[in-house]
């Protein structure tokens, strides 16, 4: 049986076999992992590898995929990553548990949300250490911690912080003392217990297997370690798991043989781009019927070493395929492993068919 294209296979039972190294590691130094479920959008099949692998809540960027997680029947507590939005303060009681916040403005409307629900909301106070995304300055965190406690419709049930994202501040020893003694500090002049401290994501996992994560560390939102395998300050393998959670797969829709350099005077691309092109002379080429609207087309990896991802436009992806192992026709299948951008691409398209392969 020959299945659409393109497509995204989801292997459920390797992502499952890397959250339970990740998490086996975590629960060893004292840490709970509440697992992303956001560059897969919540699918079934990954939310349930991660729950059955022992992850203590479920997190997600996405109000829709939160919401789906909890029509799905997960009993974990859900976690809300992105910073609320005051409008959405209704919607974010309902269909998370918890949510991470770094504005007053914002703690006020989740409170009056939550005692119209006649439920008290929880949430962690985000801390910026450096990396400039999201987050209260240390500096103000004591300020900012006594006026949300005022707030009768919320629960303040810790701390944390995010590095590696925008400014790729990686995560150290130095940095995680920081959140622990702004912690302590918050403790003692508001007797908030705030016993959640949440280090960060996948970035802190090198310092964790190096001995020099602070004791006080519990908690941790980890995505790409589990559902790639991979190191994100280098994307290396991680020790102990698989890379091969997922499998995109576009079918041949020409086969030519073109030169390498563009003929004629050249502007501008249909994305306000300028490539530059090596002249490595007539090559065969092959264009697959997947764009990017559907993937970043530079994080996709041939699972034939042969084939050069050359580009792409909004729907056809341009490969160079001369030295490729298989004789490549049209109507052939081409498989790629899909980078965490590329994998939030497919998952979040809605041209591109998921298919789980049970194994």
Known sequence: MRYRTPRLEIYPARIRHNAKAVINLCSSKGIDVAAV????????????????????????????????LGDQGHTLPRMLLRLPSPSEACLVVRDAEISLNSSLKTLSALSDAALSRSIKHQVLIMVDLGDLREGVWPDEALAFCKKAAEFKGIEIIGMGSNLACYGGVIPSESNMKTLTELRELCRKETGLALGLLSGGNSANLPL??????????????IGEAIVLGRNVLDRSPWPGTKQNTFRAVAEVIEVAKKPSVPIGDRGQDA????????????????????????????????EDPGIIVLGGSSDHLLLDIEDAAMDIKVG????????????LALSTSPYVAKLVIEE
Do not use: W
């Not at 964790?208 to 939102?221: C, F, Q, S, V």
């Not at 002249?279 to 041939?302: E, F, K, M, S, W």
């Not at 052939?332 to 994998?343: K, N, R, V």
């Open 332 to 343: 052939d299948e081409i498989g790629f492993f899909p980078g965490y951008g590329a994998l």
């Open 208 to 221: 964790l297997t190096a001995g020099d994560m602070p004791k006080e560390i519990n908690h941790l939102r």
């Open 271 to 302: 994305f306000g781009g300028s490539s530059e092109f090596t002249d490595r002379g007539n090559r065969t080429r092959a264009i697959c019927a997947l764009g990017r609207q559907d993937a970043v087309v530079d994080g996709l990896y041939p």
């Open 37 to 68: 479920t956001k560059v897969a959008c919540a699918h079934p099949a990954v939310a349930r590898a991660m729950a059955e692998a022992g992850a203590a809540m479920l997190a997600d960027s996405r109000l829709d995929n939160l919401r789906y």
